[in-house]
């Protein structure tokens, strides 16, 4: 018997009167459409005409009595005079444990080889987050499986992190590497911008299929329009918001922060926004706290956000970088010396930071890192000279220690993608290094 519920249901919701306008101009990647009125941010679908499918737009601002649009897919087909119809509905994304393993594009369509999602539950984006004081204080640690973060940059559940790099230092592999081995519930992967050679690479390779198990895998790469690129971060925030309410411990990681603020300085542009720092619209530094701040903890589960940022030219004063950092929990910074130098995973410990790490390590881990930390900077200070032969052994008995542990220090912090390193091994080894 074919159940017509759903379809009842649809007719009884559908709106009376059907309002359309249609498309009288194209301005670059928008389009302006005349004889609807739809505030900014809502949804709306172009019928091309003949055989070409409907398109789903977003209204980005409006000139006069123009509404300007901006479609979530290729604009093949368009036309002057192509209808334009309200959707009747804000934008909703498929939540719950049935995407588990799966692989779904910006704008929440499956892309994998699973067929349709099965999700019995939809949630509408951006709903109101936590308030400041419904956010549970963070108590526990977020156990990586990276020394070099767990020994000397503890995070907490709950904590936001950046991990600041130029292209090609290893970002994705130490993404990777922690969506493997980290002690969460839930993974959740944003891919804004990558190449599409990258993903499957990404998903095969270095996450593995036991990574991939309890991660949901959002991907938009960087030849999607601009709208769907930033939807997939909103995307994937959302599906770990859901998991966080329901009580879930979720890793969020985004890769990367930068290619979602390029995409919003596309849209902001093509609205007609000014363009203030290195091109980048006042509505990209509005949008990127209303994004990071949605990570965090709830109350009850809580969201460990990783947010990867592409540093241009490795330069430390980056418009994007240095909003982000100042938005966020610490920061991770990756030197390209280090990854020339064939050291993985290349995390700069003396350029980083945790901001929470005083509150979570107990004191004696913390006397341990800083002793360490206090080691590198020294022989860092000094390592010119000892390359040229100009030191002297003795002159000064804290260089001589930093460069008879320097090995052991090394050794602690070098570790290869597979390995991974308990919290009690991380720590027993942060103690070995100062035993002499």
């Not at 301005?27 to 459409?33: C, E, N, T």
């Not at 610490?330 to 005083?358: C, K, N, T, Y």
């Amino acid at each position: 018997m074919i159940d017509l519920q759903p379809i009842l249901t649809a007719v009884r919701q559908a709106p009376a009167l059907r309002f359309q306008g249609r498309v009288v101009r194209a301005i670059g990647l928008s389009l302006a459409v005349e004889g609807l009125s739809l505030p900014v941010g809502g949804l709306c679908f172009i019928y091309p005409g003949g055989d070409a499918p409907r398109i789903t737009a977003e209204v980005i601002g409006f000139q006069e009595q123009h509404l300007i649009v901006m479609p979530y897919d290729e604009t093949r087909g368009v036309r002057p005079g192509s209808a334009v119809v309200p959707a009747g509905r804000p934008f909703v994304v498929p939540v719950g444990d049935e995407l588990l393993g799966r692989v779904v594009d910006g704008l929440g369509r499956p892309i994998d080889s699973g067929g349709p999602l099965r999700t019995r539950r939809m949630r509408a984006l951006g709903e109101p987050p936590p308030t400041p004081l419904e956010r549970r204080p963070i108590t526990e640690v977020f156990v990586t499986g990276a020394r070099a973060i767990d020994g000397l940059l503890t995070l907490g559940q709950g904590q936001r992190l950046g991990i600041f790099a130029g292209s090609g230092v290893g970002k994705s592999t130490l993404l990777g590497m922690i969506a493997r081995h980290a002690a969460a519930d839930v993974i959740v992967i944003a891919l804004v911008g990558e190449r599409g050679r990258e993903v499957q690479e990404f998903i095969d390779h270095i996450l593995g299929p036991e990574g991939l198990a309890r991660s949901v895998v959002v991907v938009s790469t960087s030849d999607r329009p601009a709208l769907q690129r930033i939807k997939a971060a909103w995307i994937a925030t959302t599906i770990a918001e859901d998991f966080r309410d329901r009580g879930y411990h979720v890793a969020l990681m985004m890769d990367s922060v930068t290619r979602f603020a390029m995409a919003q300085r596309e849209v902001g542009l093509a609205a007609g926004e000014p363009p203030v720092a290195k091109g980048y619209t006042p509505s990209v530094y509005a949008l990127l706290p209303r994004l990071l701040e949605r990570a965090g903890t709830g109350p009850r589960g809580a969201i460990t956000g990783l947010y990867t940022v592409l540093v241009e030219g490795d330069d430390h004063a980056d418009p994007i970088a240095d909003t982000v950092r100042s938005i966020l929990d610490g920061h991770i910074w990756l030197s390209r010396e280090l990854a020339h130098e064939r050291h993985f995973p290349a995390i700069d410990v003396l350029a980083s930071v945790s901001r929470l790490m005083g509150h979570l390590a107990s004191p004696e881990h913390r006397r341990r890192a800083a002793e360490v930390l206090e080691l590198l900077a020294t022989y860092r200070r000094m390592r010119d000279l000892i390359a040229v032969g100009a030191y002297t052994a003795g002159a000064q008995p804290e260089v001589d220690r930093a460069i008879r542990l320097l090995p052991r220090i090394t050794a602690f912090l070098r570790q290869e993608p597979d390995d991974v390193s308990s919290w009690q091994e991380t720590m027993d080894r942060l103690a070995a290094i100062l035993e002499e």
